[in-house]
DNA sequence: CTGAAAGCGCTAACAA
DNA sequence: TTGTTAGCGCTTTCAG
């Protein structure tokens, strides 16, 4: 039994090849009649169009994706175009090219890199918008262009993105209180430790956190709310402040990256492992700090699978048209002690070959840190 | 800047297309001296074959992949299903074919489905490996074959199988026994149910509660381990029993998907939201549970993300030859009642045009279901 | 051993 | 409105 193909429909309805797939996919210039019959004679006759005869006839434009994130916070953004890259190396022979035009931090010169975008003639462009009241007419701009815009990790909700790729930004606040209210007593005081409150992240994980809380933890209440500007310093002395103020607390909630100094204000008042800490995110220098015992949990962002994410939902959008929802929440995922050392972030796994939500084997998971895996890249013509 | 191919090659080498083709492909009739000059060519030209213009070219879809996974428990392996075929879907483009081959339920005759795929000629097998003895020789003889065997949900660890997409049930049995002892007092005494403990998955991940519980609560210890064999009414009975008998009893944690007879048994004896409860997986049928607050937690698995992770790593492995190392675990989801709402499982999340981890929109996370967002699935003639 | 040329099934530009 | 035709990049057959 041959294949069937455009040719025996034309042939079986006499008429051309042309005019079939005129009537297969809606384009113009054929009466709605011949249409119809030449549609019908298709379905009936089980035509399947052959997909690698289309790529190759539409010929492979190179799909150009542009990447605008920050530089700065290496473990965080790095990660994130990590994410990026390895998907989009992934899709290479989908002919997929990414152009990168990074800011040197988050919120400057965003427009100007995503004007440059523009000019190199991308089809889409994957963004961190730190200041998307600026960015916003640029990005209609491009969208009205039809160059799609993803967002990532944070929104620009006043604009006409295509998506977002992002936590729940509420969701991670009342997880992050849920755990809380079981880590600690009932009625125990707490306190979140924030960046920016005029941060839509910040906000949200916060203002989520103050809603929950004191719904579970049977009278208890979240006493302080203490603004660190992502600085070091300012979180080391606001914290150790607030430890010596309320000798009564019993957990802190860190909603931002910036946990670190937090922790040693913990350590440096012999309060490790007292007080019930919950942060935000994971990198390495955290985990010295798990396994002390200082932090109890962290509310896990995962930026690495957002990267590619965002690659991948872009691209089959471009390729095989797959709608795009306006917003693409990735669950946060919940890191505790024992299964601190299956995320890639911490560096036992295996952070190259390894795809999206996966690491390799390492037995040890729970005492100290287990041996790391290698794998040797092959690089190959064919 | 044109992409480069065969022509070009041959262009720069000055030989014909044909003769490319040949260097390129190891085939005989061509001096050995010209094929290493072409391909050093081609390397520094950085060639990369169009697949769509060979699938057209031989007439064969370049890549088959075939599935052999049960049809029964469908919330779980249809998870499964789902997720290789949507990744199957995004990858159409490169020519990516499934072959389907299930089996009417785990472990019943896998073998001979697996050799029917070996007939179709697959490039590699995905299978949810119910009885490994079993099957290890016919997997072994396919990899010799030099197709592809990729384990998921549970390995076959006897075989030479390339690799195994499952969780690590050791760390989901400590992930477990953590939040279980943030969950009850001191020295709680807790039990499990589990399904059989010679199935590789439920015993290790009852070690793993077992062997960290002890640890971190104070004194507190596991005091039975019941088999229910996946059944409801054993399941159900053994449970109520358990309960009446240990009226000390603190905490339960279920480690296979059979936790719904465990809730109800936990509900007639009024004892929901007195006892924590710890299950596995999610799936609708858990939600009420969930939201009376008989359910504290649940390790998810992810069968969804396995499958298209499953398929997204065989396919870079065939098509880009990136190295497939010998384990994929994937990190299980703690599911709270917080965060219940972001999966996919509960069906309150878009369930089609959505990509792996994602899920869209839905405020009201926390109280109660909001609505379900909907997306058109965008049917197309071709 | 190497070159030339004919398609694979579909799309798109041009002709009628 | 419809038909004709020239490729897309690769494989393969048949001459040279």
Request: aromatic share 6%; hydrophobic share 40%.
């Amino acid at each position: 039994m041959r294949k069937i193909g455009v040719r025996q429909i034309a042939k079986l309805a006499d008429v051309s090849p042309g005019t079939v797939d005129r009537a297969l996919h809606g384009r113009k210039g054929i009466t709605e009649s011949t249409r119809r019959r030449i549609l019908a004679i298709a379905e009936s006759a089980g035509y399947k169009p052959d997909l690698a005869a289309r790529a190759l006839s539409t010929g492979r434009v190179p799909i150009r994706i542009g990447v605008c994130i920050p530089q700065e916070i290496q473990y965080y953004f790095g990660q994130l175009l990590t994410g990026i890259l390895t998907e989009a190396k992934r899709l290479e022979r989908l002919g997929v090219q990414v152009v990168c035009r990074p800011t040197a931090r988050l919120g400057v010169e965003e427009v100007e890199r995503v004007s440059e975008l523009l000019k190199e003639g991308v089809q889409a462009i994957l963004i961190v918008p730190g200041d998307p009241a600026k960015l916003t007419p640029i990005l209609d701009e491009a969208e009205k262009e039809n160059v799609r815009v993803v967002c990532v990790d944070t929104d620009a909700p006043a604009s006409r993105r295509s998506t977002v790729v992002s936590v729940n930004a509420e969701v991670a606040g009342k997880l992050a209180a849920e755990l809380m209210s079981s880590f600690v007593a009932s009625q125990a005081q707490v306190a979140i430790i924030t960046g920016m409150l005029n941060t839509e992240d910040h906000a949200k994980k916060t203002r989520g956190f103050c809603e929950l809380y004191p719904q579970l933890s049977n009278g208890g209440s979240v006493v302080e709310v203490i603004e660190a500007h992502e600085e070091e310093e300012e979180a080391f002395q606001k914290c150790r402040e607030l430890l010596e103020r309320r000798s009564s607390l019993a957990g802190l909630y860190v909603n931002t990256v910036n946990c670190l100094p937090v922790c040693r204000a913990i350590c440096a008042l012999g309060l490790s492992g007292k007080i019930a800490l919950i942060t935000t995110d994971l990198f390495r220098g955290m985990i010295p700090y798990f396994e002390k015992g200082t932090i109890r949990a962290s509310i896990h962002g995962r930026p690495f699978i957002q990267g590619e994410l965002a690659m991948r939902i872009v691209v089959d959008h471009i390729v095989n048209h797959r709608p795009l929802p306006p917003f693409y929440y990735v669950p946060p995922h919940i890191v505790l002690r024992s299964n601190l050392y299956v995320f890639r972030e911490t560096g036992y796994t295996d952070g190259v070959s390894s795809s999206t939500v996966a690491s390799v084997a390492h037995p040890a998971a729970w005492e100290g840190a287990p041996q790391q895996t290698v794998h040797n890249r092959q690089d190959e013509v064919d």
